[in-house]
């Protein structure tokens, strides 16, 4: 049987993770979630040991290179999935969404 993806059906996960450390918040690859103690590189290239963030620490100023990075991959994503909806549009006739 031939398997067409449906998209929307399934949340493909986040762009990037965010965690508050070192003064900022930073954004973190979003192949590994953030656990507390984990040595883990920033999008803006600072090394860190990850915390347990209290409810305080989410408000903490965002780092802006770690920011620019994160929307740098979400465009990147949304431009492989628009080109996943036009291959599929080809091949059959509709993109994915429910009949």
Do not use: Y
């Amino acid at each position: 049987m031939l398997e067409v993806p449906l998209d929307g059906f399934e949340w493909p996960g986040p762009v990037v993770w965010w965690n508050p450390v070192d003064g900022f918040r930073h954004a973190f690859d979003a192949g590994q979630r953030p656990r507390p103690d984990q040595n883990r590189e920033t999008l803006c290239g600072s090394d860190v040991v990850l915390i347990d963030p209290s409810d305080l620490d989410w408000l903490l100023p965002t780092c802006d290179i770690c920011m620019s990075a994160a929307i740098e991959r979400g465009r990147t994503k949304e431009e492989r999935l628009a080109e996943t909806r036009r291959r599929l549009r080809e091949r059959f006739g509709h993109d994915g969404e429910a009949f």
